[in-house]
Nanobody, 128 residues
């Protein structure tokens, strides 16, 4: 049974930082590209970032480039998202997901349809 469990969300002041984690089980984590998405109330789901299975290739949405950093530790089956310089527009539920793309492909876009397993999410709230 595949499980993705996010943690690390919370309430932070504008300009603050958080480190989100996603622990995976039931899949071949060290061969899977992974991604982070978010959804704010009343808005569409937005792709944030993805990372190749090795960690050697990453991709970011323009809205978070330079502020967010995706990484992974394959020895711990854990995906991370360091979120810095948070602003109220970043407030959302953040989800990790496993892509169906082959391990030989590059992580170069953030399409929800390319992902098959999703976590339950961790809430990020930003106060002005």
């Amino acid at each position: 049974q595949v499980q993705l469990v996010e943690s690390g969300g919370g309430l932070v002041q504008a300009g603050g930082s958080l480190r989100l984690s996603c622990t995976a089980s039931g899949l071949t984590f060290n061969r899977d590209h992974m991604g982070w998405f978010r959804r704010a109330p009343g808005k569409e789901r937005e792709g944030i970032s993805c990372i190749s299975w090795s960690g050697g290739n990453t991709f970011y949405a323009d809205s978070v480039k330079g502020r967010f950093t995706i990484s992974r530790d394959n020895t711990k089956n854990t995906l991370y998202l360091q979120v810095n310089s948070l602003n109220p527009e970043d407030a959302a539920m953040y989800y990790c997901a496993r892509t169906t793309l082959s391990s030989g492909s590059r992580c170069s876009q953030l399409l929800p349809a390319d992902y098959d397993y999703w976590g339950q999410g961790t809430q990020v709230t930003v106060s002005a």
